[in-house]
T-cell receptor, first 116, second 116 residues
Framework: AQKVTQAQTEISVVEKEDVTLDCVYE???????LFWYKQPPSGELVFLIR??????QNEISGRYSWNFQKSTSSFNFTITASQVVDSAVYFC?????????????FGTGTSLTVIP | DSGVTQTPKHLITATGQRVTLRCSPR?????VYWYQQSLDQGLQFLIQ???????AKGNILERFSAQQFPDLHSELNLSSLELGDSALYFC???????????????FGPGTRLTVL
């Protein structure tokens, strides 16, 4: 079973539209970390946000916002007023802590295309 | 630019061969992580080193090994290469002053390995 599910494989929006990327995770741990990364067409992975499981406050950073809901095991990412530069593949990831070290699980990614 | 460097950028080799990928972390970062990104498997965590010691193992094959040197750079060795090992290999680093693996990871540009 997938530890991190990003059900939306591809999304296309017109510039200036808002878009939400869904992420559902699965863990039995009480302490864990969630991440979002952006992979633009150039290929590098860019860190966007990290949340720990005890901090359910939603976060806003410019046009980006994140909605963390433990009750539904979701950590969704919204881009407001999308721009062409937002076109990329976005990955959600889960980190679980183990005595042998943290384990990291990535979703399959959502490819976002913003049409000018 | 994340500050993490990886060499080489591209590598083409034949099945059965052995290659070494190199990663230099950001200045001051103690932890290095290796990931594999392929079309079949997506993004997978391979292994983590912290201050020279192996810290966590993910889905790393026995044909693969890694090490982190006293100057904190890391090398990923891939041997008996198979066609399926063709992938983008990312290195990431983090400060990891507290619990290694819970803090922000900064990714290098990746090494694209093609096995023919």
């Amino acid at each position: 079973a997938q530890k991190v599910t990003q059900a939306q494989t591809e999304i296309s929006v017109v510039e200036k539209e808002d878009v939400t990327l869904d992420c559902v995770y699965e863990t039995r741990d009480t302490t864990y970390y969630l991440f979002w990364y952006k992979q633009p067409p150039s290929g590098e992975l860019v860190f966007l946000i990290r949340r720990n499981s005890f901090d359910e406050q939603n976060e806003i950073s410019g046009r980006y916002s994140w909605n963390f809901q433990k009750s539904t095991s979701s950590f969704n990412f919204t881009i407001t007023a999308s721009q062409v530069v937002d076109s990329a593949v976005y990955f959600c990831a889960l980190s679980e802590m183990r005595n042998t070290g943290n384990q990291f699980y990535f979703g399959t990614g959502t490819s976002l295309t913003v049409i000018p | 630019d994340s500050g993490v460097t990886q060499t080489p950028k591209h590598l083409i080799t034949a099945t059965g061969q052995r290659v070494t990928l190199r990663c230099s972390p950001r200045s001051g970062d103690l932890s290095v992580y290796w990931y594999q990104q392929s079309l079949d498997q997506g993004l997978q965590f391979l292994i983590q080193y912290y201050n020279g010691e192996e810290r966590a193992k993910g889905n790393i094959l026995e044909r693969f090994s890694a090490q982190q040197f006293p100057d904190l750079h890391s090398e990923l060795n891939l041997s008996s290469l198979e066609l399926g090992d063709s992938a983008l290999y990312f290195c990431a680093s983090s400060v990891a002053l507290k619990q290694p693996g819970t803090d922000t990871q900064y990714f290098g540009p990746g090494t694209r390995l093609t096995v023919l």
